[in-house]
């Protein structure tokens, strides 16, 4: 819902979109360890922060340089959030913990997120690990898309790591591109919604857009003629299109797929290398086009004395926040916010819900590849670092005083069956 509130936002790089709600991507990235969520979350600040110094400014924001320390400790990696602009879009990585022995760390973090990454590695495909997490995200409605990572591994092949997929976590994977050579020979993909080709050069910067290579092109029609048939046994609109008799236009499968995401009844399969700098670039557009903004979620719930209340992402709703992390830095001691609802700014007093407490809103940070933003605000949708609060821990719920509420527990877990 757009009000009058979205105006006076301030207007820094990150803000650059119509509208700020629905441009947003609160994203985590699921993964086995080793499948290579710190390099894809890396190129992923790479590519999007070599788009930001190519031509974007700053006009008045205030600019912090992580100190040394932390830069050398490659902090931003292991930040609970770091934002990144991508094609108009705000995207906050939202760190998850890789491990099981994590558990808590990682019901906490799904909560927070609003759609997932989930990566393999083309060679193991499906590991117990990414099991446990898959079930996790399932029991939380958290939409997801897939990345079979390391296709240049010798032994890896997508079409085991997608069977894999299909087998171990019941997913029905609809699989977007086709790998361009194997293994060492691994040099892009065919992207079978607009059937262009991708190949990027080695260790450069540089990725050649072309026409289908000829000795692929029955095979890439072959996979794309799946993925209509695959996608209109589960899509009535798209279903019709295809019982015309004409091709699928890439709009609606691609809207057809966004559905599907939405709902969980289809996983969309991307592949690559996240060696490949450039390689990583469909992987963000697919982010941008398929998983849900803060409005295409349900609202959350909370309780005040008994009663359950509910808020929805609108920036004019009462405040409501989750503290998901708390963390110390060379500028103090950082809560780490979502907000659900409402707006925050600056000075504002808040109430931590659960402990009856007030709480003063001092700096409000936007954590980014190298360095924090200070802005006015932050908003619903908005994931944020707030220097100054003293006390509100982990978990707690930051509210409105005049709108108080706690969110509620999570689900009692269920216990995780791995079939390893
Ligand atoms: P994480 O444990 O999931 O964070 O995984 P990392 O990103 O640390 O990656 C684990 C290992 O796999 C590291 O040695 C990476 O360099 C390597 N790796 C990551 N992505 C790729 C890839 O696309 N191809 C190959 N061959 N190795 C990769």
Known sequence: MRTDLHRHLPDHHADHFTDPLSGVRNLGILAHVDAGKTTVTERMLYVTGATYRRGE???GTTVTDFDS????RGITIFAAAVS???DGHRIN??????????SDEVERSLRVL????????????????SESVWRQADRYGVPRIAFVNKLDRSGADLDAAVESIRERLGAVPLVVQLPIGRERGFTGVVDLLRMRSLVWADGDDTVAEGPVPDVLWDEAHRRRRLLEEAVAELHPAALEEFCAGEAMSARTLAGAL?????SGEGLVVLCGSAYRDRGIEPLLDAVVAY???????????????GVV???VADPAAPFAALVFKVSSSATGRLTYLRVYSGTVERGDTVLDGGARRAERIGRILRVQADRHTEVDRAVAGDIVAVVGLKAARTGATLCAPSAPLVFEPPAAADPVVSVA
């Open 69 to 72: 320390q932390e830069r050398d």
């Open 309 to 311: 209340r509910e808020r």
């Open 258 to 262: 966004r559905d599907l995401t939405l």
């Open 84 to 86: 990144c602009a991508w």
């Open 93 to 102: 990585l939202i760190d998850t913990p890789g491990h099981v022995d994590f």
């Open 114 to 129: 609003d759609g997932a990454v989930a990566v393999f590695d083309a060679v193991a495909g499906v590991e117990p690990q």
């Open 291 to 305: 998983l849900p903004s803060p409005l295409d979620v349900p609202a959350v719930r909370g309780v005040h004395d």
């Open 57 to 59: 400014v700053h006009d």
